[in-house]
């Protein structure tokens, strides 16, 4: 077991910036409590402005847990405009995907367990925010010590980049913090009602719980078909959006409801259930959605010596708690429709009577930032603030050793053929005609 690393390690000793890195990584393999590192490069932006903050925090993972639960701090810094910044992140070796090296046809390490960053980038002129940028990083380490490339880009054009809460002025206006109710309201099923479950000098962690639009779910006659999610062996798990806020200030910091949110893209979110919907027979199609908690942390930290304070929101799905299509919830927009099958593409596979299960990991862990589907979700904290942000289910897939896709179970008393719609897995549907 310790062969590969120790080659990797010989390969990469020609190297003698690394050498006491390389050290202590062996030495962490040979002792039986394997370690990696990984670097991120951030490269900031070239521009007029006086200084960057940077601030970078790492998600909790299954062989890498945080002390908390939470996502938790592993840089802060302050950074002229136009460097790279290199954050180093010592971290458990699990091997969470092998591949099949073709020249010896032999198991090979294609990556370690992944680990996904949060990035905040907040540039400052005098005291007022020039530049700001924040983005989730996921990263999947191919070697022990695994360098990732993080480009900083686009530009800050204020509010027409970012989305508002509105801040709750009045008490009457919004819910009583001890009264906030933590699941959607039947009147509103994309309402997202935060509770503090956590606070303390410079920081608040709450949690809330919604449904979340995913993909369509199809069926014909003489087939019974439902979206499957799963524990065990591997846990299910997609890809839905994070947003974030953050800022650098001196004096006339916003207050905790003067929130700017930005989409940081998407977060790995597993499911904590093994549950299928309802079958759906004949023609028809229903939409599928996920019931999701989502977490909400705001934070300050101050220097005392420079005067400077960075502050920084967050909103992030966690976990899948229940899964449902809109025919069987009676709180979601009824989406069950006449569905008419296309003649089956030359890429179409045939499907015989009995029971199967397609997933969507056809091409491994494979993923893209674009959006699969997208809900409009009300979150609101009591009295304090309120803001809608819509939430993506992204088109990206992750199979390893951990995770897994969900999957569709086809029950069939005839013959059928089925194909990915558009002929790609990570859309999450699977298309079916009478054969």
């Not at 005098?126 to 900083?152: C, D, L, M, Q």
């Not at 006339?252 to 499911?271: D, F, H, I, M, Y």
């Amino acid at each position: 077991m310790i062969a590969i690393p120790i080659l990797i390690l010989v390969t990469i000793g020609v190297m003698s910036a690394y050498s006491a890195e390389i050290s202590t990584l062996l030495s962490s393999w040979i002792e039986g409590n394997p370690r990696m590192l990984v670097k991120l490069e951030i490269k900031l932006p070239q521009m007029n402005a006086d200084r960057c903050a940077v601030s970078v925090k790492r998600f909790p993972t299954m062989y890498n847990p945080t002390k908390d639960g939470y996502v938790e701090l592993v840089y802060i810094g302050l950074h002229p405009p136009g460097s790279t910044v290199e954050v180093k992140n010592t971290l458990f070796a699990y091997v969470a995907r092998y591949k099949t090296d073709p020249r010896t046809n032999e198991l090979a390490i294609d990556y370690y367990e992944p680990q996904e960053y949060l990035v905040f980038v907040n540039c400052v002129r005098g005291n007022e925010t020039a530049f700001k940028w924040v983005r989730i990083v996921e990263v999947f380490p191919r070697n022990i010590i695994h360098t990732e490339s993080v480009e900083v880009e686009g530009y800050y054009a204020g509010a027409s980049e970012a989305t508002y809460s509105r801040i709750i002025e009045s008490a009457g206006s919004a819910q009583n913090i001890n009264e906030s109710s933590s699941t959607p309201s039947e009147s509103n099923p994309f309402s997202c009602n935060l509770v503090i479950v956590e606070e303390g000098a410079g920081y608040k962690r709450g949690e809330c719980y919604t449904w979340v639009k995913g993909p369509v779910l199809y069926s014909i006659s003489g087939l019974n078909t439902s979206y499957v999610l799963y524990t065990y062996p591997k846990k299910s798990a997609v890809y839905l959006e994070v947003y974030g806020d953050s800022e650098m200030c001196v004096t006339n910091c916003r207050s905790e409801g003067q929130v700017q949110w930005q989409s940081a893209g998407k977060k790995l979110t597993p499911s904590s259930l093994t549950h299928a919907t309802a079958g759906l027979s004949g023609y028809y199609k229903d939409t599928v959605y996920f019931y999701v908690r989502y977490v909400y942390i705001w934070g300050i930290t101050c220097d005392t010596f420079t005067g400077m304070c960075l502050q920084d929101w967050t909103l992030y799905p966690t976990n899948i708690l229940n899964l449902v299509r809109t025919a069987e919830e009676p709180s979601l927009p009824y989406s069950r429709y006449l569905y008419i099958p296309s003649s089956p593409p030359n890429y179409a596979s045939t499907g015989s009577t009995g029971e199967s299960q397609i997933d969507f990991a056809r091409d491994g862990s494979s993923e893209t930032n674009t959006p699969v589907s997208g809900i409009t979700i009300s979150f609101t904290y009591a009295n304090v603030w309120t803001v809608s942000l819509t939430i993506h289910f992204y088109k990206a897939v992750r199979e390893d050793t951990q995770y897994t896709t969900p999957l569709v179970k086809i029950y069939a008393v005839r013959n059928y053929w089925w194909w990915y719609k558009d002929n790609d897995p990570r859309n999450y549907e699977v298309l079916v005609a009478p054969r």
